[in-house]
């Protein structure tokens, strides 16, 4: 079935680096995005979110980036801290319905 | 900053038994969902609610299943008679406008444990 997917199980990356996260979709339709952090022992905590009819959207230190023509989403995280460890998560929407979460990338940033 | 609060955090319970999950969603949110997390895999879909009734519920969500808004600020996950594979973190969320068109902001879950 479809589904929305990770490239890497995993990422390491040194503190201050910047940290690319990708992420494929199969479903055309989907028309909203977000990336998700999850911690250890918490819940998916919201880091950012775009629309089908944008490209790129940036935040603090974060930026999604959107590509319809290849089905591809990615979050960079500019200079990488420790507190970035976590499993990120996109998640998409399809069809107006319910929110699909991908597989998840475990970041590990070392100091 | 507002915040979906989840109780009890973990719950250990014998195959067979029922167990109710319960969550307080953001107050101004009207959508509120269940999904739930296999340790160390990816956040799958239960179900969505809306007006007092399920929108959406994904294959898991059986017979088993069901949830209710029993007042104006509490939402609950209840599982008729527990498998062991219903181990799991199980996740309550609210948004206040649909998937589509808002985040979902997320409790931190419970831990059931099915022995």
């Known amino acids: 079935g479809e589904s929305v997917g990770l490239h890497l199980p995993t990422l390491s990356v040194q503190e201050g680096d910047n940290s690319i996260i990708n992420c494929a979709y199969s479903?055309?339709?989907?028309?909203?995005f977000i990336w998700y952090k999850q911690e250890s022992g918490k819940g998916p905590q919201f880091i950012i979110d775009i629309r089908s009819n944008m490209d790129k959207r940036q935040g603090q230190r974060v930026t999604v980036l959107l590509n319809k023509t290849v089905k591809h989403l990615s979050l960079q995280i500019a200079a990488t801290q420790p507190g970035d460890s976590a499993v990120y998560f996109c998640?998409?929407?399809?069809?107006?319905?319910?929110?699909?979460f991908g597989k998840g990338t475990t970041l590990s940033v070392s100091s | 900053e507002p915040e979906v609060t989840q109780t009890p955090s973990h719950q250990v319970t014998q195959m067979g038994q029922e167990v109710i999950l319960r969550c307080v969603p953001i107050s101004n949110h009207l959508y509120f969902y269940w999904y739930r997390q296999i340790l160390g895999q990816k956040v799958e879909f239960l179900v969505s609610?809306?007006?007092?009734?399920?929108?959406?519920k994904s294959e898991i969500f059986d017979d088993q299943f069901s949830v209710e808004r029993p007042d104006g600020s509490n939402f609950t996950l209840k599982i008729r008679s527990t498998k062991l594979e219903d181990s799991a973190m199980y996740f309550c969320?609210?948004?206040?406008?649909?998937?589509?068109?808002?985040?979902?902001?997320f409790g931190n879950g419970t831990r059931l444990t099915v022995t």
């Open positions: 998640a998409e929407n399809q069809a107006g319905t319910a929110l699909i």
């Open positions: 969320a609210s948004s206040n406008q649909g998937a589509e068109d808002s985040p979902l902001h």
């Open positions: 609610f809306y007006n007092n009734e399920i929108s959406e």
């Open positions: 479903n055309s339709a989907s028309d909203y």
